[in-house]
């Protein structure tokens, strides 16, 4: 099984909802990550779990609360968004700890805050 | 922090040409890789170049990689119009990937 997966696909949310992004993959890979993506611009990296450890935060907003529950999985908590906030937003996995480092990008979920 | 660039950003060409992009990148790392990305899609991996002098090829497309220089190249020969796309390389180093700026593929008949 080379495929990561994210649900949902669609979210609208309103300023004041709280939500969750899920992604899974059972590739056995010990390295996670998810990225924000706006249109016409490259991915941007929000955060990065290492067996299961977060490792790195690039400086996100608090209204976004990562968590990684065991090595399949990984959720992204949402909590008082700002409409730019709306983006695609990408899980991505790789092995960790051997090479090659490929990523592998989830389908992503398109996020509109209202 | 490491900074990538991609030259052209936008790139139009006719059916049948050929074309090449260029990624650069400002400091050492061994490993950079290829994606392709349709509107409103995901990321789709393409190459993955390990090594100084590395060389991949997948059809009409041929990626290229000089560690001393800091530059990859991706080549597209006779292009066709599925090759529309935006693409994307990415530097990684320490398990962290960074991303270039991207290059918007028209390909016109």
């Known amino acids: 099984d080379t495929e990561v997966t994210q649900t949902p696909k669609h979210l609208v949310m309103g300023m004041t909802n709280k939500k969750s992004l899920k992604c899974e993959q059972h590739m056995g890979h010990r390295a996670m990550y998810w990225y924000k993506q706006k249109a016409k611009k490259p991915p941007e990296l929000m955060f990065v779990?290492?067996?299961?450890?977060?490792?790195i935060n690039e400086s996100v907003p608090s209204r976004f609360s990562p968590e990684c529950p065991n090595s399949s999985l990984l959720n992204l908590h949402l909590h008082a968004l700002q409409p730019e906030d709306s983006a695609l937003y990408l899980c991505a996995s790789s092995p960790r700890g051997r090479g090659p480092y490929e990523q592998y990008f989830g389908p992503g979920t398109r996020l509109t805050v209202t | 922090e490491l900074k990538v660039e991609q030259n052209p950003l936008f790139l139009s060409m006719q059916e049948g040409k050929n074309y090449t992009i260029y990624c650069n990148y400002s400091?050492?790392?061994?490993?950079l890789y290829w994606y392709r990305q349709d509107p409103g899609k995901s990321l789709e991996s393409l190459f993955v170049?390990?090594?100084?002098?590395a060389v991949k090829q997948e059809g009409r497309l041929m990626a290229s990689l000089d560690t001393k220089a800091r530059l990859s190249t991706l080549h597209i020969t006779a292009a066709v119009h599925d090759l529309s796309a935006t693409y994307f390389c990415?530097?990684?180093?320490?398990?962290?990937?960074?991303f270039g700026t991207g290059t918007s593929l028209t390909v016109i008949p």
């Open positions: 170049l390990l090594s100084n002098g």
């Open positions: 779990y290492s067996y299961e450890k977060l490792s």
């Open positions: 990415a530097v990684e180093t320490g398990n962290q990937f960074y």
């Open positions: 400091t050492t790392s061994d490993r």
